[in-house]
């Protein structure tokens, strides 16, 4: 590479970071929609006595436990005693059983007046996870709690269509939310969807709010902000992720709570959730025996009812529900990064990629059959990973891993931190022969003598572009959370004689990965995994948690870096 194209990719790289850092920059004020400045007229005590009553009388109501029926029964009476419309729907689900368990959604209709076609869905699951008992905090608090919104909502006459519903199977990955987004017949009329989650034990401090899609969608701002003000006329605060980690959210998306289906399905939705400040005692009971009724406050029960009885009440006022793109990025309160500035920024980022390839197509470094072949390398490369994958998703089939229908085991489950070591050992030893023989059919695509492995690096460059392309087009946030590095690293490789430059392209092909590992150690930390967070990975894959394009353009970068390991490391021609 000649000194001036170098320059030219030193300051492209440059204004990548520039523009990257500069994003608060192109920010705009926002201005949600107001709160219901009426009086609110939650009851505490009913809800208390419901948070009570699903807690004490059915502590073991977790999906296919012994109390989840007599639980949908109790919800169902419920909700009939108020008048309602109820319809129960049951379904089949693996949660780690021998056998396929039933789950069933409970769900009622309040009709609205002058804007009936239009449904608000208030939606708390009543599911809990085997390794609790009551599960007060999660899930009883916010029950409760949409007990007392319908009982309340629907005694008076009310705009909007409401409806009420209470999943199931939500910890093993949303499962009665998407049953619901994929069954209800009137799903095209919902405008607006509400998650209410956990309620903390111990005094509420702040309204957690939650925007993450389950594979696609994002929750849209006005909902956001419309949460913020009625926490704020309540008295309370906000606790949202800071707009690093909601790139990040955004790139990963993988929610965790039942707004993710709504949003896959384009629906406005939110997760909001009672937070408390009490870490330790969070600590000490999420998840765990010790999630009891003891440790959780009737006041904020009733501080939680509240906040949200502005919410829906807001939201069936309203003239109109907006409709906004949920493409942005929020830097504050009152501030965000609209779609526009967003995509072209993150396409600008990879000005140094294009560049690259730019500068390699002038120079004639791509012609030829050698590259043909060097891409061909890729492919079978990144069909061996793909074979292991899908070995990977073969094993729960195979009752070499437990069977989940979509996820696996949420937070302290003890399959986490339990390594089964078979289904690892079975996976590797099918990696490895697939590798072998690949080594069969890479043998007749070697290069003849005198071909220059900075051709080869140049098409994987090129490989590497095809891959921001795509991944461009599916999740922008992705591409450059991902692939950013990669771009502005690998297009420094060049072939080297000496063992230090074969060392320094070992280290700019393994520091594109720091994001990854970061995320790891995040997760770890989050998940409260510590060193099993790479079993936990495994896991995800062999389920579903991580879709295919995810899954594809993860592998093909893969693919790209082994490549380039092997091609860096010549010396200056023929083809490993």
């Known amino acids: 590479m000649t000194w001036p194209r170098a320059l030219v990719l030193i300051l492209f790289s440059a204004v990548t970071v520039g523009l990257l850092v500069s994003l608060p920059r192109f920010a705009r004020p ?38 989840r029926q007599a639980a949908a029964d109790w919800l169902a009476d419920g909700l009939k005693t108020m008048g309602l419309e109820v319809h129960r729907e049951t379904f089949a689900g693996w949660v780690g059983e021998s056998h396929p368990v039933t789950l069933e ?14 449904i608000i869905v ?47 199977g939500e910890e093993w990955g949303m499962l009665g939310a998407r049953r ?49 003000d009625a926490a704020a006329r309540e008295g309370y605060r906000t606790d949202e992720v800071s707009a690093l980690f909601e790139w990040i959210q955004r790139s990963l ?20 959730a ?61 501030r965000v990064v609209p779609f526009g500035w967003l995509l072209v920024i993150q396409v600008l980022a990879f000005a140094p990629l294009a560049a690259a390839v730019l500068f390699r197509v002038r120079q004639g470094a791509l012609r030829g059959m050698s590259v043909i072949r060097e891409l061909v390398r890729v492919g079978i490369v990144l069909v061996v990973l793909l074979l292991w994958v899908d070995v990977v998703k073969l094993l729960p089939f195979l009752g070499l891993l437990p069977r989940y229908s979509l996820y696996a085991p949420p937070p302290r489950h003890p399959l986490l931190t339990t390594v089964a070591w078979p289904p690892v050992l ?44 795509v991944a461009l087009a599916h999740n922008p946030f992705a591409a450059v959370t991902f692939l950013l590095l990669p771009a502005l690293l690998w297009i420094w490789i060049r072939p080297h004689a000496s063992l230090i430059g074969r060392i320094i392209n070992a280290g700019l092909v393994g ?65 490993p």
């Not at 007229?41 to 059915?58: I, K, N, P």
């Not at 005094?203 to 949460?227: K, T, Y």
């Not at 994987?460 to 891959?467: E, H, Q, S």
């Not at 150690?521 to 389920?543: N, T």
């Open 180 to 228: 619901f987004v994929r069954t209800f017949p009137q799903r095209a009329r919902i405008v607006a969807a509400i998650s209410i989650e956990d309620l903390d034990a111990g005094v509420l401090a702040a309204l957690g709010i939650d925007g993450i899609g389950q594979f696609r969608g994002f929750a849209p701002m006005w909902l956001r902000a419309l949460a913020a």
């Open 426 to 469: 079975v996976s590797a030893a099918v990696l490895v022969a697939a590798a072998l023989l690949a080594g069969r059919f890479l043998r007749p695509l070697r290069d003849p003598a005198g071909v220059r492995s900075t051709t080869l690096v140049s098409a994987l460059v090129v490989c590497l572009a095809g891959i921001v392309v």
């Open 253 to 272: 998306l993988v929610s965790s709570t039942d707004q993710g289906p709504f949003l896959e399905r384009g629906i406005p939705a939110i997760d909001l």
């Open 274 to 334: 009672g937070r408390a400040d009490d870490a330790a005692l969070k600590a000490r009971v999420y998840h765990l025996p010790d999630d009891t009724i003891e440790h959780m406050r009737p006041g904020s029960v009733l501080a939680y009812g509240r906040i949200q009885e502005r919410i829906v009440r807001a939201l069936d006022a309203m003239p109109a529900v907006p409709r906004e793109s949920s493409v942005y990025l929020r830097l504050g309160p009152e």
């Open 122 to 168: 208030l939606a708390g699951n009543y599911d809990m996870v085997p390794t609790s008992v009551q599960a007060a905090s999660d899930t009883a608090g916010h029950v409760g709690t949409i007990l007392e919104l319908a009982r309340l909502l629907s005694a008076a006459p009310h705009r909007r269509t409401l409806v009420v519903v209470f999943p199931d």
């Open 105 to 118: 959604n409970v769900w009622a209709v309040s009709p609205g007046t002058d804007r009936r076609d239009e």
């Open 511 to 575: 520091l594109a990965f720091i994001v990854v590992v970061l995320l790891f150690m995040q997760f770890a930390v989050s998940l409260r995994l510590g060193r099993h967070i790479v079993w936990y990975v495994f896991l995800a894959i062999a389920y579903a948690q991580f879709t295919l394009p995810q899954i594809v353009l993860s592998f093909a970068t893969l693919a790209v870096a082994i490549r380039l390991l092997a091609v860096s490391a010549l010396r200056g021609s023929s083809t």
């Open 30 to 67: 926002y201005t949600g929609p107001a709160a219901w400045d009426g009086a609110v007229q939650f009851s505490g005590e009913r809800a208390w006595a419901d948070v009570v009553t699903l807690a004490t009388r059915f502590p073991r109501r977790w999906s296919g436990g012994p109390d």
